[in-house]
């Protein structure tokens, strides 16, 4: 029986026998996927929809990280989150995590109530760690390349990309652990898109069953991906939903304890009579 539990004191969650679905709510003008993009007026009713629609917990983001993309600074980060967060935590009853590197920010957020910090910085932050060890909420930590790269950039990885991850999540729970962290409010993500070639990306999909978090959860984010049009013919962004589900129906059935998804009800139903055996 696969149960791995990933609390928050802010918002209980616990990985059941199928995935968690955490639904993108991007607050920024250049996500990859347009479908994921809303402004600050439509926020809330997006966030309702999704919470409507299945989602067990909500992903808010204000800085697009694409590969390749031009990085908002952290005021315009700021400033794009106080016009919606507080909106959407006040308006949905799942938790709120939201998708940020930078320790302001996350601070700012976990202040007004957010549950989860997703951290896509690929580093050990001490100043981050500090604060959701205080704040006891959920912390998402996730494998970037050599270095948190989050780069386009081709990284050649000489033991194997599966390798490279599985040392990140060795030693990122080791310096979480050492700075008091609780491995219950521990989630990796191997990083699916992020200085990774579609080869390696599909080779880390493979890989997953034998990926070891030691106990703390696992999210994959594979949803609408470069590599999942690469797959399909080369399908832009707007056609890669079918690609995606099986992708996803794939690191369900490998272990994934939370998915992280544009697209909220149909993986719903996708995983409506899913049990992992």
Do not use: W
């Given at each position: 029986m696969h149960v791995k539990t990933f609390l928050t004191a802010r918002g209980a969650l616990s990985s059941r026998e199928k995935p968690l679905l955490m639904g993108?709510?991007?607050?920024?003008?250049?996500?990859?996927?347009?479908?994921?993009?809303?402004?600050?007026?439509?926020?809330?009713?997006?966030?309702?929809?999704?919470?409507?629609?299945?989602?067990?917990?909500?992903?808010?983001?204000?800085?697009?990280?694409?590969?390749g993309g031009d990085i908002a600074d952290e005021e315009t980060e700021l400033c794009r989150l106080k016009e919606a967060l507080p909106a959407i935590l006040s308006a949905v009853k799942v938790p709120v995590s939201v998708d940020t590197f930078r320790p302001a920010v996350a601070a700012f957020a976990l202040e007004m109530g957010a549950a989860v910090i997703n951290d896509v910085s690929g580093v050990f932050q001490p100043e981050m760690a500090s604060l959701v060890r205080a704040s006891g909420a959920g912390y998402i930590v996730m494998h970037a390349g050599p270095s948190g790269s989050k780069?386009?950039?081709?990284?050649?990885?000489?033991?194997g990309v599966a390798a490279d991850v599985q040392a990140f999540f060795d030693r990122m729970l080791d310096r979480?652990?050492?700075?008091?962290?609780?491995?219950?409010?521990?989630?990796?993500?191997?990083?699916?898109?992020?200085?990774?070639?579609?080869?390696?990306?599909?080779?880390l999909l493979r890989a997953l069953p034998d990926l070891d978090t030691h106990g703390a959860a696992l999210l994959?984010?594979?949803?609408?991906?470069?590599?999942?049009?690469?797959?399909?013919?080369?399908?832009?962004?707007?056609?890669?939903?079918?690609?995606?589900l099986s992708a996803d129906l794939f690191a369900a059935a490998s272990g994934a304890d939370i998915l992280r998804v544009h697209d909220v009800k149909e993986h719903s139903a996708l995983f409506s009579g899913f049990t992992r055996g």
């Amino acid at each position: 029986m696969h149960v791995k539990t990933f609390l928050t004191a802010r918002g209980a969650l616990s990985s059941r026998e199928k995935p968690l679905l955490m639904g993108i709510l991007n607050l920024t003008p250049d996500s990859f996927y347009i479908g994921s993009r809303v402004s600050a007026d439509g926020a809330v009713s997006r966030a309702l929809k999704m919470e409507a629609d299945g989602a067990d917990l909500l992903d808010v983001g204000a800085c697009s990280t694409r590969p390749g993309g031009d990085i908002a600074d952290e005021e315009t980060e700021l400033c794009r989150l106080k016009e919606a967060l507080p909106a959407i935590l006040s308006a949905v009853k799942v938790p709120v995590s939201v998708d940020t590197f930078r320790p302001a920010v996350a601070a700012f957020a976990l202040e007004m109530g957010a549950a989860v910090i997703n951290d896509v910085s690929g580093v050990f932050q001490p100043e981050m760690a500090s604060l959701v060890r205080a704040s006891g909420a959920g912390y998402i930590v996730m494998h970037a390349g050599p270095s948190g790269s989050k780069t386009a950039d081709v990284v050649d990885y000489p033991n194997g990309v599966a390798a490279d991850v599985q040392a990140f999540f060795d030693r990122m729970l080791d310096r979480l652990l050492s700075a008091g962290l609780d491995l219950r409010r521990i989630c990796l993500d191997p990083g699916f898109g992020f200085a990774k070639t579609d080869a390696q990306n599909l080779a880390l999909l493979r890989a997953l069953p034998d990926l070891d978090t030691h106990g703390a959860a696992l999210l994959v984010a594979l949803s609408r991906k470069r590599f999942i049009g690469a797959m399909s013919d080369g399908l832009a962004a707007d056609g890669r939903l079918p690609g995606t589900l099986s992708a996803d129906l794939f690191a369900a059935a490998s272990g994934a304890d939370i998915l992280r998804v544009h697209d909220v009800k149909e993986h719903s139903a996708l995983f409506s009579g899913f049990t992992r055996g």
